[in-house]
T-cell receptor
């Protein structure tokens, strides 16, 4: 069972270049998320998708766009990369509900992005 | 809005001893969930334990327990009988059920080092 798969694991970009981080989950979860983790800080929510066909901004959306392609896939795009976007990016998914264990995030392995 | 505060950037514990990692929170949602995640040096995020705001009893999962004090807005993680493999970064997180549904907010984390 793969869980949450994100690619690429590592990427180096020059300022101004664009790229897309891909994420796919095979747990039939409705909700998917993109977080970034900077050194010494916790995870900050960039965008999330509560269900297929919807996306919403999180805490730090500037400079990013997302696409919820279908229930399984949620991509994050940097249109014009900046050094401030150097970070580790995590994709996650969850079910949503009030039952015990709902809303637990299952994370991908992370993508380390460096913008020069 | 919701906020998580972890005031201990780093903690040390002797192997086989118990340790408490502090977490305080603030939220406008009357119903919410509190989570702890572990991030080893390899970088993946691992779910440890969950506490619902209306749960009458403190959550326990093996050697992990959550000391939930709703009036004080605290959700401390207690690890009993520490093992060398517990050395990692630990994140407290919360998610509201209403206003902040879909948005899991993380603290800045506590780095735990277990000494042999």
């Amino acid at each position: 069972n793969a869980g949450v798969t994100q690619t690429p694991k590592f990427q180096v970009l020059k300022t101004g270049q664009s790229m897309t981080l891909q994420c796919a989950q095979d747990m039939n979860h409705n909700s998917m998320y993109w977080y970034r983790q900077d050194p010494g800080m916790g995870l900050r929510l960039i965008y999330y998708s509560a269900s297929e066909g919807t996306t919403d901004k999180g805490e730090v959306p500037n400079g990013y766009n997302v696409s919820r392609l279908n229930k399984r896939e949620f991509s994050l795009r940097l249109e014009s990369a900046a050094p401030s976007q150097t970070s580790v990016y995590f994709c996650a998914s969850s079910e949503v509900g009030r039952q015990v264990g709902a809303n637990v995030l299952t994370f991908g392995a992370g993508s380390r992005l460096t913008v020069l | 809005a919701q906020k998580i505060t972890q005031t201990q950037p780093g903690m040390f514990v002797q192997e086989k001893e118990a340790v408490t990692l502090d977490c305080t929170y603030d939220t406008s949602d009357p119903s919410y969930g509190l989570f702890w995640y572990k991030q080893p040096s390899s970088g993946e995020m691992i779910f440890l334990i969950y506490q619902g705001s209306y749960d009458q009893q403190n959550a326990t999962e093996g050697r992990y327990s959550l000391n939930f004090q709703k009036a004080r807005k605290s959700a401390n993680l207690v690890i009993s009988a520490s093992q060398l493999g517990d050395s990692a970064m630990y994140f407290c997180a919360m998610r509201g059920q209403n206003t902040n549904a879909g948005k899991s907010t993380f603290g800045d984390g506590t780095t735990l080092t277990v000494k042999p």
